[in-house]
């Protein structure tokens, strides 16, 4: 693998996600267009989102006690922004990987992040745009309904390292009418150029999530023909999933965050109570089956979400292998300790540690021929993506075949979305 951080954006990803950044006094973020540094939505985001070196876009923490002491500081000059690191040489880990980083240099030129120009608009209810959907990476997120029950329980069962209650009402509206969101929709693809709109719940009395959730995606499919995704807990009716494979999700996706049952209690007490890991994965495992069902070529996948730091190396990469196995993609995030939190105290993970598990990710996919890095134009800034993670292999060739019937399909991929968008929006304006 390259060591070397300015020659290897994906393990510059990673170490910027564990050791965060310090803003230069030079750098003006918003007033160069930049979006501006949000508490978070979905419990994992709250930094300055960049543009690195090879087209990886992520989302730095800068809030956070430990982005204090970081090495690495945002610099901007004449030519643009760029990521300086002052201090250590290289250090050594216990998993062995010696990463290379020079002392007080220069590591890469970096672009912010676009602000949209549609963020500060207000729909025809008078709600700021950005206040119903923002832009994670280039795809649009909307948490359409009331805060996540767990927040509101006495005593409160939060997710431990989540932040989603101390945010609503604050960066987000409380909840957003689907007219008003196919307003945000329509302005983030006319003037963002968006491909993916992802819908995010938390845990709702009775599981309504998903009937919350069908009005939004039936619109935005038909009026649009935009990808949708859909991320909630897992509804006890897995038939549910089906029905939304049949009215065009084209993915489910399913936090478990943790694969070690003791620490998932812990961490997670309203998900243990409310469904425990086994539906969790049940759902994973049920979803990933209906890939080859129904809407013939429409693309479909189904996602188990981890968070990468908050167990045993081993363990994540036991999640990873199991969602692999069950034909799921995983989704790993990196432990964001972030401010106002249960886990604000805790210390972010290790990049070395952090490097065998985000390689597993791409191994794994590739050894189970999952349609990795095939929606059109979703970069995402939050985590690693599995084809973002190709950096860290030790032989970056060994699937090169593979990585060839990727690529095709992606391009078969790209002409069909392009066709489903046209149609629709033809279809809507007649
Ligand atoms: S389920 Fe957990 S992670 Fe999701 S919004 Fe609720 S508390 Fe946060």
């Given at each position: 693998m390259e060591t070397d951080v300015r020659r290897n954006p994906a393990l510059l990803k990673l170490d910027l996600y564990c050791r965060g950044i310090r803003i230069d006094e030079s750098c003006l973020l918003e007033g160069d267009g930049g979006r501006q540094i949000l508490r978070t939505r979905a419990g994992l985001g709250s930094g300055v989102e960049l543009i690195l070196p090879g087209g990886l876009w992520t989302n730095v923490p800068v809030t956070e006690t430990f982005a204090q002491s970081s090495p690495y500081v945002l610099h901007r000059d004449v030519r643009g922004y760029s990521i300086r690191r002052h201090g250590e040489r290289g250090r050594v880990s216990g998993a062995g990987i010696q990463m290379k980083v020079p002392s007080a240099e220069h590591i890469a030129r970096v672009a912010l992040a676009p602000r949209p120009s549609w963020y500060d608009r207000k729909t025809s209810t008078g709600k700021t745009m950005t206040r119903v959907g923002t832009l994670q990476g280039t795809y649009l997120g909307i948490y359409?309904?009331?805060?996540?029950?767990y927040w509101v329980e006495k005593p409160k069962e939060n997710c431990r390292f989540c932040s989603v209650g101390l945010n609503l009402g604050t960066d987000d509206a409380d909840e957003k009418s689907v007219s008003e969101v196919m307003e945000v929709v329509r302005a983030a693809r006319e003037e963002s150029g968006i491909t993916y709109v992802d819908f995010n719940t938390g845990h709702y009395e009775g599981d309504t999530y998903l009937d919350i959730l069908e009005p939004y995606v039936r619109r935005v499919k038909a009026e649009t023909g935009l990808l949708v995704g859909v991320q909630t807990p897992p509804h006890h009716d897995l038939t549910r999933y089906r029905k939304l494979r049949e009215i065009g999700v084209n993915r489910v996706s399913f936090c478990f965050e943790i694969f070690d049952t003791e620490i998932f209690r812990r961490v997670c007490p309203g998900k243990n109570r409310e469904y425990g890991l086994t539906r969790y994965l049940e759902a994973v495992r049920y979803c990933a089956t209906?890939?080859?069902?129904?809407?013939?070529?429409e693309p479909w996948v189904s996602n188990g979400e981890i968070i990468a730091g908050l167990e045993p190396a081993q363990s994540s990469m036991a999640a990873i292998d199991w969602i692999t196995a069950v034909g799921g993609i995983p989704t790993v995030c990196v432990f964001r300790p972030l401010v106002g939190t249960d886990m604000e105290g805790e210390a972010p993970p290790r990049t070395e540690d952090m490097v065998p598990i985000f390689r597993r990710l791409y191994q794994a996919c590739m050894e189970k021929d999952l349609p990795i890095g095939v929606a059109p134009n979703v970069h995402v800034s939050l985590v690693l993506l599995p084809e973002e993670c190709r950096w860290l292999m030790d032989d970056p060739h060994r699937y090169w075949w593979k990585e060839l019937r990727l690529k095709a399909k992606a391009a078969a991929y790209r002409l069909k979305f392009e066709r489903d968008v046209k149609r629709a929006l033809a279809a809507h304006a007649a």
């Amino acid at each position: 693998m390259e060591t070397d951080v300015r020659r290897n954006p994906a393990l510059l990803k990673l170490d910027l996600y564990c050791r965060g950044i310090r803003i230069d006094e030079s750098c003006l973020l918003e007033g160069d267009g930049g979006r501006q540094i949000l508490r978070t939505r979905a419990g994992l985001g709250s930094g300055v989102e960049l543009i690195l070196p090879g087209g990886l876009w992520t989302n730095v923490p800068v809030t956070e006690t430990f982005a204090q002491s970081s090495p690495y500081v945002l610099h901007r000059d004449v030519r643009g922004y760029s990521i300086r690191r002052h201090g250590e040489r290289g250090r050594v880990s216990g998993a062995g990987i010696q990463m290379k980083v020079p002392s007080a240099e220069h590591i890469a030129r970096v672009a912010l992040a676009p602000r949209p120009s549609w963020y500060d608009r207000k729909t025809s209810t008078g709600k700021t745009m950005t206040r119903v959907g923002t832009l994670q990476g280039t795809y649009l997120g909307i948490y359409p309904a009331k805060v996540c029950e767990y927040w509101v329980e006495k005593p409160k069962e939060n997710c431990r390292f989540c932040s989603v209650g101390l945010n609503l009402g604050t960066d987000d509206a409380d909840e957003k009418s689907v007219s008003e969101v196919m307003e945000v929709v329509r302005a983030a693809r006319e003037e963002s150029g968006i491909t993916y709109v992802d819908f995010n719940t938390g845990h709702y009395e009775g599981d309504t999530y998903l009937d919350i959730l069908e009005p939004y995606v039936r619109r935005v499919k038909a009026e649009t023909g935009l990808l949708v995704g859909v991320q909630t807990p897992p509804h006890h009716d897995l038939t549910r999933y089906r029905k939304l494979r049949e009215i065009g999700v084209n993915r489910v996706s399913f936090c478990f965050e943790i694969f070690d049952t003791e620490i998932f209690r812990r961490v997670c007490p309203g998900k243990n109570r409310e469904y425990g890991l086994t539906r969790y994965l049940e759902a994973v495992r049920y979803c990933a089956t209906l890939g080859s069902t129904g809407r013939g070529f429409e693309p479909w996948v189904s996602n188990g979400e981890i968070i990468a730091g908050l167990e045993p190396a081993q363990s994540s990469m036991a999640a990873i292998d199991w969602i692999t196995a069950v034909g799921g993609i995983p989704t790993v995030c990196v432990f964001r300790p972030l401010v106002g939190t249960d886990m604000e105290g805790e210390a972010p993970p290790r990049t070395e540690d952090m490097v065998p598990i985000f390689r597993r990710l791409y191994q794994a996919c590739m050894e189970k021929d999952l349609p990795i890095g095939v929606a059109p134009n979703v970069h995402v800034s939050l985590v690693l993506l599995p084809e973002e993670c190709r950096w860290l292999m030790d032989d970056p060739h060994r699937y090169w075949w593979k990585e060839l019937r990727l690529k095709a399909k992606a391009a078969a991929y790209r002409l069909k979305f392009e066709r489903d968008v046209k149609r629709a929006l033809a279809a809507h304006a007649a």
